[in-house]
């Protein structure tokens, strides 16, 4: 995505960007600054400081989802159609980059899946919910990624999950190379409309 979204789209057009990468992904980061003076010491004029580039990483707020397709408790024949979202923060799929991939591919996809392919878990989305460190820690039954926790998650944030088969995942799941034609970002003008 440009840096700059134009403004003089027409009215009623509608234009579609394949990424919008933010400026700098999230994570920990540090800064460091320091001097070069010839013939001094300059070990004191340096100084660093710790940051972190906050972005969803074991929770995404539901207020950041604008809206879905099929609707929530709907009835009718979706079988023909593709399920998607609309997010309200056309960052969000381009915040992280998943190991092996660019960062110009999203890492959000939407799964489809029956109560009857999610492995524990309660209710009618057979989720299981629980803290980051429970999610984290280590089952020897249960494959789980490989994160960094970053510095403004603490192991006691809450973090809701559903578990799968590995080989309902592996059938699933987008391979790398096809994340890229998963999300876009869309620029409209609709000044003709009434809010």
Not at 6 to 35: C, E, K, M, S
Not at 143 to 151: D, F, H, Q, R, S
Not at 171 to 192: G, K
Request: charged fraction near 15%; charge should be negative; include cysteine.
């Amino acid at each position: 995505m440009p840096t700059s979204v134009t403004a003089d789209i027409r009215v009623g057009d509608l234009q579609f960007y394949d990424n919008y990468v933010p400026a700098l992904a999230a994570g920990n980061w540090r800064i460091a600054v320091g001097h070069t003076l010839d013939g001094v010491d300059t070990g004191a004029l340096g100084a660093t400081q710790d940051l972190v580039v906050s972005a969803p990483q074991f929770a995404v707020d539901t207020t950041a989802v604008l809206n879905r397709y099929p609707p929530a408790g709907s009835t009718g024949q979706y079988a023909r159609v593709l399920p998607h979202i609309v997010l309200n923060d056309a960052l969000l799929p381009w915040e992280r980059a998943m190991t092996g991939s660019s960062e110009r591919q999203p890492w959000l996809a939407v799964l489809v899946l029956g109560e009857d392919e999610i492995t524990g878990g309660t209710g009618p989305t057979r989720t299981q919910s629980g803290t980051v460190a429970s999610f984290l820690s280590a089952d020897p039954a249960v494959l789980k990624p490989a994160l960094t926790v970053e510095g403004d998650v603490a192991g006691t944030d809450p973090c809701t999950f559903i578990q799968l088969p590995a080989t309902l995942f592996q059938a699933l799941t987008p391979r790398l190379p096809e994340l890229r034609f998963l999300a876009h970002c869309r620029q409209s003008n609709i000044a003709d409309k009434a809010e």
